[in-house]
T-cell receptor
């Protein structure tokens, strides 16, 4: 079945360590997105990519980095510069980057910094 | 900044229609209204979206006012599995067509 796969589902890291979250989609979608969700809050956009080898900062990009070397993959690295990394991270994709067409979300990765 | 306003929580009796309101008074002409729902610790699930006209699919109906300043999501026969946080979202054209999430409405369907 087509969809978005995020891994790992749960991740623990020590302060000062970088960690990379994986996001893979087999929907042949051009656009991919990373969102962050804190308890009781809505989602906030970290980074997005509308085409391979190109990506843009979202609203809260500080302390994060991404790459888009392949159409189906959009990994997110949470660096040690991110001051409060403990959160629920969600990856999404859509056919295009305009205003039509739904975004499909993965099941999320929950990162806890110890 | 979220472009939508929703009630924080609502209750609905099982089998009855759930009507979830949303205000989006600053929506622009080319911006769509999307509805997603999220069950705890899962990814948001798409429900429906629309621009001007009312829309219906197998999950729900979306009623948009003529001035586009507000909308209502209708779940015609709510079940216990419909208990979730429902997000009314405006999809903006810039930033890759991102979805701007607000706080959402926590819907509790009760037996």
């Amino acid at each position: 079945d087509g969809g978005i796969t995020q891994s790992p589902k749960y991740l623990f890291r020590k302060e000062g360590q970088n960690v990379t979250l994986s996001c893979e989609q087999n929907l042949n979608h051009d656009a991919m997105y990373w969102y962050r969700q804190d308890p009781g809050q809505g989602l906030r956009l970290i980074y997005y990519s509308q085409i391979v080898n190109d990506f843009q900062k979202g609203d809260i990009a500080e302390g994060y980095s991404v790459s888009r070397e392949k159409k189906e993959s959009f990994p997110l690295t949470v660096t040690s510069a991110q001051k409060n990394p403990t959160a629920f991270y969600l990856c999404a994709s859509s056919m295009g980057g305009g205003t039509t067409g739904e975004l499909f979300f993965g099941e999320g990765s929950r990162l806890t910094v110890l | 900044d979220a472009k939508t306003t929703q009630p924080t929580s609502m209750d609905c009796a099982e089998g009855r229609a759930a009507n979830l309101p949303c205000n989006h008074s600053t929506i622009s002409g080319n911006e769509y209204v999307y509805w997603y729902r999220q069950i705890h610790s899962q990814g948001p699930q798409y429900i429906i979206h629309g621009l001007k006209n009312n829309e219906t699919n197998e999950m729900a109906s979306l009623i948009i006012t003529e001035d586009r300043k507000s909308s209502t999501l209708i779940l015609p026969h709510a079940t216990l599995r419909d208990t979730a946080v429902y997000y009314c979202i405006v999809r903006v054209y810039n930033q890759g067509g991102k979805l701007i999430f607000g706080q959402g409405t926590e819907l509790s369907v009760k037996p």
